[in-house]
């Protein structure tokens, strides 16, 4: 009975662990998470009923299952890392599980449940603001691949995605628990009519909204479009600074912008706007106190110069250098007596002028560019010899102006890791961006689902924004997104490839860039309060509760 009962539960772990993988590894399987939650609320059932010892075990060996299938190729480009953000990220999960378990001493029926739900959302949302953030695997991101679906995230973002997932899940199972303890045979006949149609209306409800929303949307309603020509390079990320020069890359990415321009009908005549795209840190070492310096710069200012209008995106990593005695912040190097330099992660905008714009990445990777809580951690490293990145963020959002003949065009260009945060980006359009970019270098993580996972989630930002996007990586994938979430123009992984197209300029603003993640601050609150409810409660004796 012991075995079998076990059995049971580990099929259901992994049934759990699978489905609510599959969705980000399989592309259109994304409403298998409308379900995947089940067997392991099924499964945390059977542990509560049964009384079985370290239930934590099941829930945190599920977690740990889903973050292992669906993010193990981080360990591609660091294997401490990649093991520190599965075990980590799915701890966080536990806990929260945890504290369900918790709640159910002390809420009854449906409470815990809720409680559960608004937690889990109160924690993505919370992720998406610390600076240790992994929001990978945000239960939302799971329609990125089934944007036909999911077209009102317009009005609710990711977070809205979420809710519905807890929302699909929690209804089943509460079915299921009905059914297993023959509570329908005390239900009346309308009482089971709208139980179905109410379950019904949750599946089905936003899915209809979403086909209406999408059948009927123009994503080239404004009429205004910008020239955009796309270099990828395919350069290896693991040698491109030792086994080739920044020359020789300047040599290899030259040919593809001549090509492209051409391609679309660019000459020393035509001044029309014309947005070229590089990708991210592409060239290194730019003196942001003095980019006209730099070769590179002039290299790609020498294109520019030779077809007015064009305007070149250089993804670089860049310093910033202060001459002064004492270190200018506390994320500064030590250049020599009397200067300090930062360093960034950036993307320079240039247009043949001698017209520079420059824009810092905001949203960092702990250890690569980051170091976390830097007034703790900085010293500690410093003691050890400088061995983590500090890369210095920008602290508020900009945009980059596209200029040709006397008109400015707006445009977002969101740095790699930051094309993951919904709410951030809203950032860029209320700064007025008519159009979003992508400068991102993927290539890190090799030929693994963890590049196309990448792509994907830049048709969720798509809609969240209705922005069209030109996105430009390194190796793959190069291409353009409209506004619908529709993929245009999609090039080749692992190839050097120039990509030419138009992308559609918008000026409306959606509901969720204008207001922000209103699912997650709503489900912040409600779990605060439940929260409070649950210490308060666990402290009134059993027999007075009600």
Not at 148 to 170: D, K, M, P, R, V
Not at 362 to 373: A, C, I, R
Request: charged share 15%; with cysteine.
């Amino acid at each position: 009975m012991l075995n079998t009962r076990k059995t049971v539960m580990l099929a259901l772990a992994v049934a759990s662990a699978l489905m609510l993988s599959l969705p980000f590894i399989v592309p259109g399987l994304g409403p298998l998470a409308l379900l995947g939650l089940v067997p392991l609320l099924c499964l945390d059932k059977i542990a509560s009923d049964e009384h079985i010892r370290k239930p934590w075990l099941w829930h945190y060996g599920t977690f740990l299952l889903w973050n292992t299938i669906t993010v193990w190729w981080i360990c591609n480009a660091t294997l401490g890392g990649g093991i520190f953000a599965i075990v980590a990220n799915s701890l966080q999960m536990s806990v929260i599980w945890a504290l369900f378990r918790a709640s159910k001493k002390v809420f009854r029926g449906v409470l815990p449940y809720i409680f559960l739900m608004v937690m889990w959302i109160a924690w993505e949302r919370w992720y998406f603001g610390t600076q240790i953030s992994f929001p990978w695997l945000v239960l939302g991101n799971a329609f990125a691949n089934n944007t036909a679906l999911i077209q009102w995230y317009e009005f609710t973002g990711t977070l809205g995605g979420s809710l519905w997932i807890w929302a699909c899940n929690l209804s089943v199972f509460g079915l299921i628990v009905c059914a297993a303890e023959g509570r329908f045979a005390s239900w009346t006949a309308w009482a089971k009519r709208y139980c179905a149609i109410g379950v019904l209306l949750l599946f089905a409800g936003p899915i209809a909204l979403s086909l209406v929303i999408f059948n009927n949307y123009k994503a080239d309603a404004d009429g205004q479009q910008l020239d955009v020509v796309i270099a990828q390079p395919n350069i290896d990320p693991y040698s491109k600074f030792i086994s080739l020069t920044q020359a020789q890359q300047n040599g290899i990415i030259a040919p593809l912008i001549e090509e492209g321009l051409k391609s679309i009908g660019k000459d020393s005549t035509a001044a029309s706007a014309t947005l070229v795209l590089t990708p991210e840190t592409f060239t290194r070492y730019i003196a942001t106190n003095a980019p006209s310096e730099d070769k590179t710069v002039k290299f790609a200012d020498a294109i520019a110069a030779r077809y007015p209008g064009t305007n070149i995106i250089l993804g670089a990593a860049t310093k910033t250098y202060f001459f002064q005695k004492e270190a200018p912040n506390i994320l500064a190097w030590p250049a020599g007596e009397g200067v300090w330099y930062n360093t960034h992660n950036s993307a320079v905008m240039l247009d043949g002028t001698g017209r520079y714009q420059i824009f810092h990445k905001s949203k960092l990777v702990v250890g690569t560019e980051l170091t976390p809580y830097p007034k703790i951690f900085v010293p500690l490293d410093n003691m050890l010899g400088g061995m983590m990145a500090r890369d210095a963020a920008q602290e508020e959002i900009s945009v980059l102006d596209v200029k040709a003949g006397g008109k400015t065009i707006p445009v977002g260009c969101a740095i790699c890791y930051e094309s993951v945060y919904g709410e951030y980006c809203t950032g860029y359009v209320r700064k007025g961006a008519k159009a979003m970019t992508i400068i991102t270098n993927d290539a890190w993580w090799g030929n693994t689902p963890g590049y196309r996972q990448h792509f994907s989630y830049a048709r969720i930002r798509a809609i969240e924004l209705r922005r069209d996007i030109a996105r430009c990586g390194n190796t793959g994938i190069s291409g353009i997104i409209n506004s619908r979430g529709d993929v245009v123009l999609k090039g080749p992984w692992w190839e050097k490839t120039v990509l030419t197209g138009k992308i559609n300029l918008r000026s409306d603003v959606t509901f969720f860039a204008r207001v922000g993640d209103v699912p997650g601050r709503v489900c912040t609150m409600l779990f605060l309060l439940l929260f409070l409810a649950m210490i308060v409660r666990a402290f009134i004796p059993e027999h007075l509760r009600k």
